[in-house]
C-alpha cells in the first residue's frame, strides 16, 4: 500500500511524507523538527524508514529543518546542484546538511531510492532553481509541483501523466488585488516566477487532467491571499463549467482536497 500525508503546505512550513509499509520519502523539510517528530508520533509513524530526503527549492519554507533531519536519521538529501547551494547559502537553515549526505540530482533525468523511480521537472519560480517531482511506485504515478510562476508545456505533460496529483493554488486574484501586500509583492506573486492562482490551477486541471488522475490535492495556499473552502469551491467551479466534477460526490472524475498551512492532513491511501 502507498501512502500520502502532508504535515504542512504553505510559507509557514511544507513537508510531506510518501511511504509504504517499509520504504519511505520524505518531500521538502520545512516544518520545524520538533513539530514534525509530535506529527509523526501523533500518527503512529517514524522517519526511521526513510529513504531519503527529496528537495523541491531552497525557500526556507522547503528547507529551513533539512539539515537537522537529515543529520538526526542520516538521511541523504537529493537536490539539483542549485538547490544545495542555495542550501548552503540560506540564512534560515543553522544545521547544514552533511558532505556525505548531499545527493546531486539533475532535472530529467530519472534516479531511484528504494522501489521508488523519481524523475525531477524543472519548474519555474524564484528561488535558486526549483523543481517537481514524479514519483512511480509499481503502477502508480504520484506528482508534486508546488510554487509555480507559470505552468510550462513540459509540467503539463506531467499532469497528464499523474494518477495523483499535488499542485499549488497560492492565491485568489481578487484578494491578491485588494490585499495590504505592497505593490511590488503582488507583482511578485502574480508574476511568471511567483505563485499560481486558483484559477490558474483549475485551468491546468482543465487542459492536462486525464481518465486516469485519481485524486488532486490543492497545496501552498496564502494565508492573506486566499482561504480552503474558496479555493475549494473556486477550483471546483471553474472544472464543473468544464464539464468536469472533482470532490467526494458520486460520480465524480476524481477527488480533491485542499492541504492545509499547519495542520496535518489526514493519511491517504493511494493504491
Known amino acids: 500500500m502507498l501512502h500520502f500525508v502532508s504535515f504542512g503546505s504553505g510559507s509557514s512550513g511544507n513537508c510531506s511524507l510518501l511511504y509504504t509499509d517499509t520504504e519511505a520519502l520524505v518531500i521538502d523539510a520545512g516544518v520545524g523538527v520538533r513539530t514534525l517528530k509530535k506529527y509523526l508520533k501523533s500518527y503512529g ?10 528537495i523541491t527549492h531552497d525557500h526556507a519554507d522547503h528547507v529551513r529543518s533539512v539539515g537537522c533531519l537529515s543529520h538526526d536519521y542520516n538521511l ?10 542555495g542550501i548552503g547559502k540560506n540564512w534560515s537553515v543553522r544545521k547544514k546538511i552533511a558532505p556525505e549526505l548531499k545527493r546531486v540530482i539533475m532535472k530529467d533525468t530519472p534516479f531511484t531510492i528504494g522501489s521508488f523511480s523519481i524523475t525531477p521537472f524543472g519548474v519555474p519560480h524564484d528561488s535558486t532553481d526549483c523543481v517537481g517531482y514524479e514519483i512511480r511506485y509499481e503502477n502508480t504515478t ?8 507559470h505552468l510550462t508545456d513540459d509540467m503539463k505533460q506531467y499532469i497528464a501523466r499523474a494518477n495523483y496529483l499535488v499542485i499549488e493554488a497560492d492565491y485568489e486574484q481578487q484578494m491578491l488585488e485588494a490585499g495590504p501586500y505592497p505593490q511590488h509583492l503582488k507583482d511578485r506573486i502574480a508574476g511568471p516566477y511567483g505563485h499560481q492562482s486558483n484559477a490558474e490551477c483549475a485551468q491546468a486541471l482543465v487542459e492536462c487532467a486525464t481518465p486516469n488522475l485519481h485524486h488532486v490535492w490543492l497545496c501552498h495556499l496564502s494565508d492573506e491571499n486566499n482561504h480552503p473552502d474558496l479555493a475549494d469551491k473556486q477550483v471546483k467551479q471553474i ?32 493504491c
Open 45 to 54: 509513524l517514524s522517519l526511521f524508514s526513510a529513504l531519503g530526503i527529496i
Open 76 to 85: 541523504p538529501v537529493y537536490a539539483t546542484l542549485g538547490v544545495h547551494e
Open 142 to 149: 504520484f506528482v508534486i509541483m508546488t510554487d509555480i510562476g
Open 239 to 270: 472544472l464543473r463549467e468544464h464539464g468536469i466534477v472533482a470532490g467526494d460526490e458520486p460520480g465524480a472524475d476524481f477527488d480533491l482536497d485542499v492541504l492545509k498551512r499547519k495542520t496535518p492532513s489526514e493519511i491517504f491511501t493511494l
